[in-house]
């Protein structure tokens, strides 16, 4: 089955406590990107990687990094969570520019 | 890339037609429209995608205009689990903008 999968789906962490927030896709897509959706702000970009080893800053980059070393994983990292960055997260991928999105189930952080 | 304008909501009843027009004056000659539709905490999953005139698939239609400057996405005898919120967006070049959507509430 095509599919986006994230982990955790579910996370609550402290303040400064590094964590990474996986992401892969089965369907040999070129491009993924980060969304974190907040109440009254909507889906936000966070990165985008275009493919393997190349990846760009979205609108709301501070505070993330991202690395694309293989074309199926993009993993979202964040080396020193703070609670503004409490958010549902949300991981994507398309086949080519202007394709399909396929979404992941979407991962709840709560960053005390 | 092009800014999207849509109703912040819309209201239906079961078996209605619905039509939710986006517009979108900036478009690029190369860019496509597309919708997308979100349920709450769930991840946004695409309707439907077109270049111009008429696009129909088995969930929706999307008419849009010689000009490009608007689109409509029409969902036929909608069910209340067609309430959702729904996203136009206009090209991509990697980068989803998701403005704040329609949300549509249906009604039994």
């Known amino acids: 089955e095509a599919q986006v999968t994230q982990n955790p789906r579910y996370l609550i962490t402290v303040t400064g406590k590094k964590l990474t927030v996986t992401c892969s896709q089965n369907m040999n897509h070129e491009y993924m990107s980060w969304y974190r959706q907040d109440p009254g702000l909507g889906l936000r970009q966070i990165y985008y990687?275009?493919?393997?080893?190349?990846?760009d800053k979205g609108d709301v980059p501070e505070g993330y990094k991202v690395s694309r070393k293989e074309k199926r994983n993009f993993p979202l990292i964040l080396e020193s969570p703070s609670p503004n960055q409490t958010s549902l997260y949300f991981c994507?991928?398309?086949?080519?520019?202007?394709?399909?999105?396929?979404f992941g189930q979407g991962t709840r952080l709560t960053v005390v | 890339l092009a800014k999207t304008t849509q109703p912040i909501s819309m209201d239906s009843y079961e078996g209605q037609e619905v039509n939710i027009t986006c517009s979108h004056n900036n478009i690029a000659t190369n860019d496509y429209i597309t919708w997308y539709q979100q349920f709450p905490s769930q991840g946004p999953r695409f309707i439907i995608q077109?270049?111009?005139t008429k696009v129909t698939n088995e969930v929706a239609s999307l008419f849009i205009p010689a000009d490009r400057k608007s689109s409509t996405l029409s969902l036929p005898r909608v069910s209340l689990s067609d309430t959702a919120v729904y996203y136009c967006?206009?090209?991509?070049?990697?980068?989803?903008?998701f403005g704040q959507g329609t949300e549509l509430s249906v009604k039994p």
């Open positions: 990687s275009m493919n393997v080893e190349v990846t």
């Open positions: 967006l206009v090209g991509t070049e990697g980068k989803l903008i």
């Open positions: 077109g270049y111009k």
């Open positions: 994507a991928s398309s086949a080519f520019r202007d394709s399909e999105a396929f």
